[in-house]
C-alpha cells in the first residue's frame, strides 16, 4: 500500500470515535514490532521520527528503511516528522518522503508560533503533506509536579480558534495534563479544558505524552475528542524490561536480545491499538 498522509484516516477516526497512535522510533527491531502489530491488527498507524535525526548524518537511511516497510504494508501507515524544531527541519522531512510532519513551535510567542507554523503549512499542502502543531506546552514527566500537576502550560483554549484560522494547520497537539517520559506522579487529565477546545474547533485534536496514562484515561480522552495519541516511553520501558529478564538467561545471544526489542513493540502496540480502539480500522 502507497504511504499516506494521516489527515483523512484522523478524520475517519473522528466519525468513528476512535484514536490512531503514532508510534514513535529510531531503530530497526522496535520499528518492525510496530509493523508487525499493525498488520496483526489491521490497524492504521503513524510512524513518528524525532526531529534531532536531522541534526545527524545521513537522516535519509533511516527514513528510507521505514518507507520501504510501509510500502509494503497492506494497512495506512504515515511517517511524520515529531516535534519539528525548525522550518529547516519540516522541509527537509518532506524532502527525504515524510508524508507528514508536525511543527513544534509551542515554546515560542503565540505570534512567532502562528507565523512559522504558517509557513510550514503552505510547503507542506504543496507537496500533499498534512501539518500538525502545538498550543500549549507538554513538558517532561520529571518536571510533572512543577507544571502538569498545577496546571501550567495548558493551552488557551480562547486562542485555539485563532490558532486554527491564521495558521490552517490541519491538527493540533494541546496540552491538557500530559508530559513526556515518566512521570513524576499520577497524570491527572482536564477533560473539561479538552471539552471547551473541543467544542471551538473542528479539526482533530493530539495528545502527547501518552505514556504512563491508564486505559481508562486514553478511552477517557478519545471520548473526549482526542484522535492522535503519541507513545514511545512505554516501548522503552517494556524492551528495557524484557532485554534485562532476558539477559539473566544462561545463554542469551546478540539475536536473542534484540528480538526482545521487537516482541515489546509488537505486544504494547497491538495492546494499544486494541485500547483505542483502532483495530480492525484499516
Do not use: W
Not at 537522516?59 to 510500502?71: G, N
Amino acid at each position: 500500500m502507497p504511504l499516506v498522509s494521516i489527515l483523512n484516516e484522523l478524520k475517519k477516526a473522528q466519525a468513528g470515535g476512535y484514536a490512531i497512535p503514532c508510534f514513535d522510533t529510531f531503530e530497526m527491531h522496535g520499528t518492525l514490532g510496530i509493523f508487525e502489530a499493525a498488520e496483526a491488527q489491521r490497524a492504521p498507524v503513524m510512524i513518528g521520527l524525532y526531529t534531532a535525526m536531522f541534526d545527524r548524518p545521513n537522516p535519509r537511511a533511516f527514513t528510507e528503511y521505514v518507507r520501504i516497510l510501509a510500502q509494503e504494508a497492506s494497512v495506512p501507515v504515515s511517517i511524520i516528522l515529531d516535534h519539528g524544531a525548525s522550518f529547516e527541519h519540516c522541509i527537509k522531512a518532506l524532502h527525504v518522503g515524510f508524508t507528514d510532519v508536525m511543527y513544534d513551535g509551542s515554546r515560542l510567542p503565540f505570534e512567532e508560533n502562528v507565523a512559522t507554523t504558517r509557513m510550514v503549512v503552505q510547503a507542506a499542502h504543496a507537496v500533499g503533506a498534512a501539518v500538525e502543531a502545538e498550543l500549549g506546552h507538554v513538558g517532561t514527566g520529571s518536571d510533572y509536579s512543577q507544571f502538569g500537576a498545577l496546571g501550567k502550560g495548558f493551552t488557551d483554549p480562547a486562542l485555539v480558534e485563532q490558532f486554527v484560522e491564521q495558521t490552517g494547520v490541519d491538527f493540533l497537539a494541546i496540552a491538557i495534563g500530559t508530559a513526556h517520559g515518566l512521570y513524576d506522579g499520577e497524570p491527572t487529565l482536564a477533560l473539561d479544558l479538552l471539552a471547551d477546545i473541543r467544542r471551538r474547533v473542528e479539526i482533530p485534536l493530539v495528545l502527547h505524552g501518552g505514556s504512563g496514562l491508564s486505559d481508562e484515561q486514553f478511552q477517557a480522552a478519545i471520548a473526549g475528542g482526542i484522535q492522535k495519541i503519541n507513545i514511545f516511553t512505554n516501548l522503552a520501558v517494556e524492551s528495557g524490561r524484557r532485554m534485562t529478564e532476558h539477559a539473566r538467561d544462561p545463554r542469551p545471544s546478540l539475536f536473542s536480545m534484540t528480538n526482545q526489542i521487537r516482541e515489546a513493540f509488537r505486544d504494547e502496540c497491538a495492546r494499544l491499538f486494541d485500547v483505542f480502539g483502532t483495530t480492525g480500522q484499516a
